[in-house]
């Protein structure tokens, strides 16, 4: 993408998380109803409302981009361009009325995640990241946080229950063993405490591309790491197990032992 391509896809991208933070403040702490998908997760209707706002104005503005949504499904995936969208990751906490979930959004050309955005509409914070910025928290330039050991470290995840995948419970053991604290921070937002310099270390597995694309560009541009527990770099076509860092020598840390045989 051009320099000008990307700043526009920026601009856009900010516009469809006003549009979902509009849905989101309509119904967060109402009494809307919560219903069970296949694979067990809530959904509810602002999730659905907020992705439909946001898929409307993608086909309205780019109808030959293609458009991946965890409520909606897919459309035009095999696209040069593609925005993942999760409208609201975390709807455990939307639910309970804790502001911790977020709107994700990404743009990835041929795969790769090139702009990322996290978007907590009730507290009014976002973080927005593309290939080759500073990530920004509300227009302001952030950081992750040095943190050379595990030791030293404060590992999160979004919860031990969630990690899927042979072996996974144990991978995340071993690297709890060594950390030196643990908090659990959930979904997007624990990545949003990562690139501003209060988390060192999250782990997780079991993600889908609306969960982990939009992590890539915030998360590097903040001077952090993020890939999958193999070390490669995160694209649509990852596996799901993610483990992301403030520091590359606590990731190297990380994925040594979540490599290492139980």
Same mark, same amino acid.
């Given at each position: 993408?051009?320099?000008?391509?990307?700043?526009?896809?920026?601009?856009?991208?900010?516009?469809?998380?006003?549009?979902? %933070? @509009?849905?989101?403040?309509?119904?967060? #702490?109402?009494? &809307?109803?919560?219903?069970?998908? !296949?694979?067990? $997760?809530? *959904? +509810?209707?602002?999730?659905?409302?907020?992705?439909?706002?946001?898929?409307?104005?993608?086909?309205?503005?780019?109808?030959?981009?293609?458009?991946?949504?965890?409520?909606? %499904? @897919?459309?035009?995936?095999?696209?040069? #361009?593609?925005? &993942?969208?999760?409208?609201?990751? !975390?709807?455990? $906490?939307? *639910? +309970?009325?804790?502001?911790?979930?977020?709107?994700?959004?990404?743009?990835?050309?041929?795969?790769?995640?090139?702009?990322?955005?996290?978007?907590?509409?009730?507290?009014?914070?976002?973080?927005?990241?593309?290939?080759? #910025?500073?990530?920004?928290?509300?227009?302001?330039?952030?950081?992750?946080?040095?943190?050379?050991?595990?030791?030293?470290?404060?590992?999160?995840?979004?919860?031990?229950?969630?990690?899927?995948?042979?072996?996974?419970?144990?991978?995340?053991?071993?690297?709890?063993?060594?950390?030196?604290?643990?908090?659990?921070?959930?979904?997007?937002?624990?990545?949003?405490?990562?690139?501003?310099?209060?988390?060192?270390?999250?782990?997780?597995?079991?993600?889908?591309?609306?969960?982990?694309?939009?992590?890539?560009?915030?998360?590097?541009?903040?001077?952090?790491?993020?890939?999958?527990?193999?070390?490669?770099?995160?694209?649509?076509?990852?596996?799901?197990?993610?483990?992301?860092?403030?520091?590359?020598?606590?990731?190297?840390?990380?994925?040594?032992?979540?490599?290492?045989?139980?």
């Amino acid at each position: 993408m051009t320099a000008d391509a990307l700043s526009e896809a920026v601009t856009f991208a900010e516009t469809l998380a006003d549009a979902a %933070g @509009d849905v989101a403040r309509r119904y967060f #702490r109402t009494n &809307v109803s919560v219903e069970t998908k !296949g694979d067990a $997760s809530p *959904v +509810t209707r602002a999730d659905r409302e907020a992705e439909a706002a946001m898929r409307a104005l993608i086909t309205e503005r780019y109808p030959e981009d293609g458009i991946l949504g965890e409520e909606h %499904g @897919d459309d035009r995936v095999h696209a040069d #361009r593609v925005w &993942v969208l999760d409208p609201i990751d !975390g709807t455990r $906490s939307f *639910v +309970t009325g804790v502001p911790l979930f977020g709107t994700l959004i990404s743009l990835a050309v041929e795969g790769v995640p090139v702009v990322g955005l996290i978007d907590q509409p009730i507290l009014r914070e976002r973080w927005v990241g593309v290939a080759g #910025r500073p990530t920004t928290f509300n227009g302001t330039p952030v950081r992750s946080r040095l943190c050379p050991t595990l030791a030293g470290a404060t590992l999160s995840t979004t919860g031990v229950e969630f990690l899927e995948g042979p072996g996974a419970i144990e991978a995340f053991a071993r690297v709890r063993a060594a950390a030196g604290q643990f908090r659990s921070v959930p979904d997007c937002y624990g990545y949003a405490m990562l690139v501003s310099g209060f988390v060192d270390l999250i782990v997780e597995a079991g993600m889908k591309p609306w969960d982990y694309c939009a992590l890539r560009p915030v998360v590097e541009g903040a001077g952090g790491i993020v890939s999958d527990w193999d070390g490669r770099p995160l694209s649509l076509s990852s596996d799901g197990r993610v483990a992301a860092a403030g520091d590359e020598r606590c990731h190297a840390a990380a994925l040594k032992l979540l490599q290492a045989a139980g």
